[in-house]
């Protein structure tokens, strides 16, 4: 199985700076099959990045995703308020489907 | 917009079964696979498994032993079925719609299932 690793496990910034989340594979990822995903407290995942770089639906574009093979990223590019949640990679590339620990985003 | 929603008991006993059914609403079952996710109190996500809408099936072998996916077109519902639960198991329970490929775009809104005697 695949084992996705993120850093940091905590990113402390302030609205309208620039937040870089990063997810390291231990092996490639197939087809980069990579996604990110936000959750804030008591409610359900939401879908931000497939693929490694394709914004899902309804997704504005101060998100981003890049990378390929193992390394992967998810840029914010200005903070706001709504954006600090905890963060999770996942890879499909390959079953079974594998998450990483998550990176908490809070506000400094 | 499509719409999930998790029912199934809130409480089971240790050895006994969770079963759980996740009805879509919004759109049909049909041309796309769905999954069965689940998050520890606290902790992250954990994919259990997915269907496919004419039934085939992948599972993770973590808990492959123990897991049965199915899926009823007519109701546009699909289940889970986890059995001889533990401690372990207790978790928020999700299902989601997988979309391009694996990534999955709707979730319901998960429901606590607890193990405890």
């Known amino acids: 199985e695949i084992v996705l690793t993120q850093s940091p496990g905590t990113l402390s910034l302030s609205p309208g700076e620039r937040a870089t989340l990063s997810c390291r594979a231990s092996q490639s990822v197939s087809s980069n099959y990579l996604a990110w995903y936000q959750q804030k407290p008591g409610q359900a995942p939401r879908l931000l990045i497939y693929g490694a770089s394709s914004r899902a639906t309804g997704i504005p574009d101060s998100f981003s995703g890049s990378g390929s093979g193992t390394d992967f990223t998810l840029t914010i590019s200005r903070l706001e308020p709504e954006d600090f949640a905890v963060y999770y990679c996942q890879q499909y590339g390959s079953s079974p489907y594998t998450f990483g620990q998550g990176t908490k985003l809070e506000i400094k | 917009q499509v719409q999930l929603q998790e029912s199934g008991p809130g409480l089971v006993k240790p050895s006994e079964t969770l079963s759980l059914t996740c009805s879509v609403s919004?759109?049909?079952?049909?041309?796309?696979?769905w999954s069965w996710i689940r998050q520890p109190p606290g902790k992250g996500l954990e994919w259990i498994a997915y269907?496919?809408?004419?039934?085939?099936?992948s599972y993770n072998p973590s808990l492959k032993s123990r897991v049965t996916i199915s899926v009823d077109t007519s109701k546009n519902q699909f289940s889970l079925k986890l059995t001889s639960v533990t401690a372990a198991d207790t978790a928020v329970y999700y299902c989601a719609r997988d979309y391009g490929s694996g990534s999955h775009d709707y979730w319901g809104q998960g429901t606590l299932v607890t193990v405890s005697s």
């Open positions: 269907i496919y809408y004419s039934g085939s099936t």
């Open positions: 919004g759109g049909s079952i049909t041309s796309y696979y």
